[in-house]
């Protein structure tokens, strides 16, 4: 189910992100709704925003009914920390930007 446009937020970050993933790391990235039932699945679950890049999140709790991440207990998941690294390597030099994420101010 693809989903309506006004549920996705308009983030840069998760964008970045995104290409991150997909270009760098070569993973397969979709973008959809996710339903409650399907995060028991998950290795691995993070939030993502400006200040903190991404932030790996260690447990769920809904009314009582818990979900754990355990590679989110105590720190990220190789996949967080490598989107993570990424970003931060781009932000700071360390790695090659994609094209257009760098304006030069003179």
């Not at 993933?21 to 996710?34: C, F, I, Q, S, T």
């Not at 400006?50 to 754990?68: F, L, M, Q, R, Y």
């Not at 490598?82 to 090659?96: E, S």
Request: proline share 6%; with cysteine.
């Amino acid at each position: 189910m693809t989903p309506k446009s006004e549920t996705i937020l308009p983030s840069i970050t998760r964008r970045s992100l995104m290409v991150i993933a997909k270009d760098y790391l070569g993973l397969e990235v979709e973008e959809r709704e996710v339903y409650f039932e399907e995060v028991k699945d998950f290795a691995e679950c993070g939030l993502c925003g400006t200040a903190a890049v991404i932030s790996p999140v260690g447990k769920i709790n809904d009314h009582g009914n818990e979900i754990c991440f355990p590679s989110g207990m105590t720190e990220m998941g190789p996949i967080t920390k490598k989107l993570y690294d990424t970003f931060t390597g781009i932000l700071l030099g360390r790695n090659k930007a994609p094209e257009g994420w760098i304006k030069v101010i003179e």
